[in-house]
């Protein structure tokens, strides 16, 4: 079956970094898009960044872009979420979601599978 599983969340101070990473297995990994979400203590859901199947394209919320890099490796099944000049906003569950199709997007529904999630803190 689809298994996704984050790793690599924690604590850390405002301006530093962390870099997430995003294990697949159960389906054929370089044949879909992936994106990373994230949802905040009494918030919505929200798109953060986005890499189609093959990484030539990507996408970015407007609130990371400059800060987030997303990246993939579909000899590892891997797909990570470099996160520098952290803020305390940033603070959030971060997901791993695969979508049913190719190109980025930033709809949640366009995502079928989904991770547990990994916790980022910022502290200022």
């Known amino acids: 079956q689809v298994q996704l599983a984050e790793s690599g969340g924690g604590l850390v101070q405002a301006g530093g970094s962390l870099r997430l990473s995003c294990a697949a297995s159960?389906?054929?990994?370089?044949?879909?898009?992936m994106g990373w979400f994230r949802r905040a203590p009494g918030k919505e859901r929200e798109f953060v960044a986005a890499?189609?199947?093959?990484?030539?394209?990507?996408d970015y919320a407007d609130s990371v872009k400059g800060r987030f890099t997303i990246s993939r490796d579909n000899n590892k099944n891997t797909v990570s979420l470099q996160m520098n000049s952290l803020k305390p906003e940033d603070t959030a569950v971060y997901y791993c979601?695969?979508?049913w199709g190719t190109g980025t997007t930033r709809i949640p529904t366009n995502y079928v599978y989904w991770g547990q999630g990994t916790q980022v803190t910022v502290s200022s």
């Open positions: 979601a695969r979508r």
């Open positions: 159960g389906f054929t990994f370089s044949s879909y898009a």
């Open positions: 890499v189609s199947w093959n990484g030539g394209g990507t």
